[in-house]
């Protein structure tokens, strides 16, 4: 495969992804399709925005026309698929978006492929980007594997189950060359600061309340984004046709003790008194449908293509708080809404 094309590209994980293949696969076009919603940030694409193997489309998977547009324009023979409405809390307060987005965007892609490559599906792969919130809650034992049955609780969750079950129907249907894999919760630099680990950083640098929901006891198992990326990348070249992969780094936590540790480190790199911040934890009333405890066996990605996570969880935590914490910018940007500015700066003169 020659002419990839990433969705979601200007994203948290999909920017990690479009910097790893353009910087690895110089003979690869990366094709980056976005539709810049208040997650794509293209300023987490700088450094390579100027190669000559990267070409940026803003726009949205939902609008089929114009996603067999560029199908047939850069002659696409690989599809990594990341656009994703992402925010648990965001889809209790608009599920219609997520089931546009998730759904009927996915389903938009597929159908693409499928009118592009015409049943000559030699060579050719959709790949998939999913979640291990598909599976729904755990309680204190057991982990998540690929035979764990569906159960989403959230209108996220929900939406990418669906997203799944098209994929894989395409693949059962018409014989489209499909991978999925299902992640867990990611961090690391570039992730728009609503989600737990950036947002607490921030608010802690800024000395306001931590909303911890519930009594702060639900359990994530976390993995560094660059980990995730080079699985994509082990996957999307390696990985056989029909399957499902977990990704996940056996690195489970309890809320309330990543939050300790944030605090700790934010409060260590700036000279406060050590755990000072603790005061700023705030318990607020629990999220709806809150999954307990989500925890990823990832054995088959390990035993059968090699894969393992390069980041212990302290290494990788402390390296995303000082990127927080130094690329002032970045943060400044995200936080004023001025980041929306960079593709009128960059791409409309
Ligand atoms: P994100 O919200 O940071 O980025 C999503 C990107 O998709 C944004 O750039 C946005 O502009 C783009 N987008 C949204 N709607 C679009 C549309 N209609 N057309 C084109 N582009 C659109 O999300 P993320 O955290 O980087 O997650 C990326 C993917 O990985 C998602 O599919 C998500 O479900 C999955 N995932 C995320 C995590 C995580 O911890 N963040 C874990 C496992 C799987
Ligand atoms: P989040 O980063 O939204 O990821 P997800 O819900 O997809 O796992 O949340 C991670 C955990 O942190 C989850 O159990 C909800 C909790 N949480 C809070 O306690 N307070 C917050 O302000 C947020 C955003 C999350």
Request: charged share 25%.
């Amino acid at each position: 495969m020659k002419n990839i094309l990433i969705t979601g590209g200007a994203g948290f994980i999909g920017s990690h992804v479009v910097r790893l293949f353009v910087n690895k696969y110089p003979n690869y076009n990366i094709i980056n399709l976005d539709a810049l919603t208040y997650a794509g940030n293209l300023e987490n694409l700088k450094d390579i925005e100027n190669k000559s193997n990267y070409t940026f489309i803003k726009g949205d998977i939902c609008e089929h026309d114009a996603v067999k547009e560029i199908f047939s324009k850069y002659k696409i023979d690989g599809v990594i698929h990341l656009a994703a409405e992402s925010h648990v809390d965001r889809s209790i307060k608009n599920p219609f978006a997520f089931a546009q987005t998730n759904i009927m965007g996915t389903l938009s892609l597929l159908q693409a492929a499928k009118e592009f490559w015409k049943d000559n599906y030699k060579d050719k792969l959709f790949y998939h980007i999913s979640t291990d919130e598909v599976y729904g809650s755990l309680t204190e034992n057991g982990f998540f594997t690929e035979d764990t049955a569906y159960d989403p609780h959230s209108p996220y969750s929900a939406s990418k189950a669906s997203s799944d079950h098209f994929v894989r129907s395409f693949h059962d249907t018409y014989g489209l060359p499909i991978i999925i894999s299902n992640c867990s919760n990611n961090y690391g630099a570039n992730q728009f600061p609503e989600k737990l680990i950036p947002l607490f950083i921030n608010n802690i640098c800024k000395n306001k309340p931590l909303p911890v929901y519930g009594k702060g006891e639900n359990v994530r198992d976390w993995l560094y984004v660059e980990d995730h990326a080079s699985a994509i990348d082990v996957i999307f070249h390696q990985g056989k046709i029909g399957e499902t992969y977990n990704v996940g780094g056996f690195n489970e936590w309890k809320n309330i003790d990543l939050i300790k540790i944030l605090i700790k480190t934010v409060d260590t790199l700036l000279g406060r008194e050590e755990g000072s911040s603790e005061s700023l934890i705030t318990f607020v009333n629990d999220r709806a449908g809150h999954d307990y405890r989500y925890a990823i066996d990832s054995s088959k990605l390990k035993n059968e293509l090699g894969w393992e996570p390069s980041l212990q969880f302290e290494e990788g935590i402390e390296k995303t708080i000082k990127w927080y914490l130094e690329d002032k910018e970045w943060v400044k940007h995200v936080t004023s809404g001025d980041y929306k500015k960079y593709y009128d700066e960059m791409y409309t003169k």
